[in-house]
């Protein structure tokens, strides 16, 4: 039986910033769905929780719940939003690269749950009842959150589940930037590669 693939981006389609894209593989109504990183929207203060909370809503109501996101780097844009998905949906399996981990836990997920109280005061009072509930939802289980990312230090395939597998290949960038190359089984005799190269530098 041939499976079928979707692509629905969530963020980062007709804007800078704020990717989020999901591969979504459908064989006999049943389907699996791999997110490529879940970025904030950098440059727009108001849509950071608004965007977010639309985002995850979205993705649960017209889409299916990701069961693996594989986050290409450390940015914001690229992985802010990751303690909230986590979050929303508990059985998902995150893969990074360990620098990408060492860079989000002591940097840009801590100035994401900043961002939440900046907040208060500004433009953010319609969501503050919300705000401060996920504020300290997520400033208690960050290092819990934080200690689910399963770590990929080489540049071999792994299992994705059993619809395919996946790699990561360093893309220069920032520390622990990587690209996903994706092979995906559409029947007993083809596979399809996709390739997600986050950010990429060519210039070392
Ligand atoms: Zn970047």
């Not at 290092?143 to 395939?157: Q, S, T, V």
């Amino acid at each position: 039986m041939t499976k079928k693939i979707y692509f629905c981006p969530a963020g980062g389609a007709e804007q800078i910033g704020m990717s989020c894209y999901n591969i979504i593989i459908e064989e006999k109504g049943k389907k699996f769905n791999v997110m490529l990183d879940c970025g904030w929207q950098v440059n727009d203060p108001k849509s950071k929780i608004v965007s977010l909370l639309d985002m995850g809503n979205f993705i649960r109501d017209r889409l299916i719940p990701p069961q693996v996101i594989l986050i290409s780097h450390a940015h914001a844009d690229h992985c802010a939003g990751l303690l909230r998905f986590i979050e929303e949906f508990p059985k998902v399996e995150v893969y990074a690269s360990p620098p990408t981990v060492d860079l989000m836990s002591s940097n840009t997920l801590e100035e994401f749950i900043r961002s939440y109280r900046r907040g208060k005061k500004k433009e953010y009072l319609d969501y503050k009842e919300e705000r401060d509930k996920e504020i300290e939802k997520l400033k208690n289980k960050k290092i819990e959150y934080i200690a689910k990312i399963k770590l990929i230090n080489d540049e071999y395939f792994h299992p994705l589940s059993n619809v395919g597998s996946f790699r990561f290949i360093p893309s220069g960038h920032v520390l622990g930037a990587v690209a996903c190359q994706i092979r995906l089984n559409i029947d007993e005799k083809k596979d399809i590669k996709i390739v997600y190269t986050g950010d990429i530098s060519i210039y070392r």
